[in-house]
């Protein structure tokens, strides 16, 4: 559906985008995930034709992205980081609008427009203006006026930013409601949890570049933490933490305010092994939890650092 | 495009700030201007001009009469010579001189030399007239003579241009052009909200296939449409609530609302289309540029305008304000059709090279940041 191939993008000295590939299959959503400057808005803009960039191509449906590319516009919705709504206009004319830049027949548009209030559950508002409606409400309003004309592939930048997590949940709902429908779906954010529970597949970008891109299993095999382990309320001694690390599979190991993290390699028993050191040395601890690899872990072993940092 | 017409109507007219500056603030302020002058400085007659009447031994009797004619109505005549005519222009005594040779001589571009020149110019024109029937049709000779004469009369009893100037009916002239001018707000609203790298409602906008000179003509159109339609209640309100007898027909003032409304907005749209400057910034600029230019027009103290066009005569050229204010001299004051067609004219080349320095700009236009 989409192919981005060698595209830079420089701001000055900044270089924004560097040269980043990407390809987004037809009828998948597709998680573009990283950090706040990492580039993913740059990059949906460039592929949007709002932006100009230094070098390489974008082809969607199999043609170059040009900014009176209408034949392409048409096909594409977009759900944009800020509310972009009219604030003069109420629910239904705000979605009326927009789908009427894409939909010309008054009967077809106008079908299409109440779908979009009920899809986004925004029935009981018609009438409202956008300063009348709440962060959640508002978000969904904007959600409608980019998806009313049913485009074959929507571009979501970061639909859930400022959102309470009932509204949040609602949205990612609905994405996976118009991806169902057929939709392709681009979706860019930086929180992690979200393009886990949504995303097909997913590409971490950092520095304007792809640094990994598959399933999140995909991903999470690539790295070599297999299991995270956290004790808390422990209290060790600088010879206790020399000798968890040298037990099997253990490789990284965190100790601070009484809390202790271990990363483990992929194997059985890890946290058997690490309970029963700990009860040879009698030494008590608290709450023990394990869990298993993030796309934050993925961040963090390919670029040394946390996601939201 | 008459969807977006549709929507850009509905937005504008629901935009309380925007309407009540374009709006409801002209006319609060002529109803303030209406309070301030009181009834009795708009029976004020304009008072006659001083000119000096040089004579000289190749002069034009049939001018000399023309100028005795004018005398003790809107002219104040006194023969004298050369020498002492242009030390009394100079010294500022006389507005002007005139010579027998049908030639005039002004110090400054002032109303009242426009108004000498315009006499000048239109007693030139009757006189090529009557030649010109005296050669090509000598048997109507009488007739053209009685025409004259019935010209005369009228133009002797009732001054200059046709009308008696009211001292003000000028700040309405320059409150008439603010009210015009004032249609740069909407204008530069219509751009903020057009261009991707202004606002996310541009983006927006500029994603979709509507193509962008589109949109940007359907809400232009609207724009005009509602300033034309705010100068109209404007000059309606000054003319039949205020009775301010501008004496001019509506047909040309309105024609002068329209061109000036055409202006106003374009004036919002080249603003808009500049740079990637903050919305507050640009409004600021468009509101200085409207408020110089409409106190340069005399919206603040008719000396103003006076003083502004000695210093520098070009400036009422160029000046918005000025030629939309000096359109309504022409009609109601002087009746001088030729200035006022050129006033117009100006006005819409003025409003084409910002409209299509807007174009240029936007054209094409993908940003290098957003």
Partial sequence: MVQIENMVKRYGKLVALDHLNLEVRDGEIFGLLGPNGSGKTTAINC???????????????????????????????VVMQNVAVFEQLNVTENIDYFCGLYVQDKKRKKELVEEAISFVGLQ???????????????????????IAHKPSLIVMDEPTVAVDPQSRNKILEGIKELNQRGATVIYTSHYMEEVEQICDRVAIIDHGRVLACGTTEELKSMIKT????????????EENLQELRELPHVFEIDYRESILVVRCSKAKHNLVRILDYLKGKEISFGRVFSELPTLNDVFLEITGKELRD | MLHLMKYRLKQTLREKSSMFWALCFPLILATLFRFAFGSGSFDEVFQKIPVAVVMTS????TFREFLDAMDGDMLKTEEMSEEKALKKLAAGEVEGIFYDTKRLAVSSNSIKSSILNSLLDTYVKNEAMMLDIASKHPERMQDALQAMGEFTSTTEEVSAGGRSLDTGLSFFFALMAMSCLYGCFPGLQVMQETRANLAALGARQCIS?????????????????IQFVNSAVALFYIRFVLKMDFGGNMGGMLLICLMGSLIGVSMGIVVGCIGKMREGAKVGIVLAVSMISCGLAGLYSSDIKVMAEEAIPWIGRVNPASVIADAFYCLNVYNDKARYTQCLVTLAVMSGVMVLAGFLFTRRERYDSI
């Fill in chain 1, 47 to 77: 592929l949007l034709a709002l932006l100009k960039f230094d070098k390489g191509s974008i082809r969607i449906a199999g043609k170059e992205m040009q900014p009176d590319a209408y034949d392409l516009k048409q096909k594409i919705g």
């Fill in chain 1, 124 to 146: 009981n508002y018609r009438k409202m203006r956008p300063k009348q409606l709440s962060g959640g409400l508002l978000r969904r309003l904007n959600i409608a006026c980019g």
């Fill in chain 1, 226 to 237: 297999g299991e995270t382990i956290t004790i808390e309320g422990i209290l060790l001694g």
């Fill in chain 2, 58 to 61: 190749e002069g034009n009797e």
């Fill in chain 2, 209 to 225: 296939p509507t193509h962008r000179l589109k949109r940007i003509l359907a809400v232009s159109l609207v724009t005009y449409g």
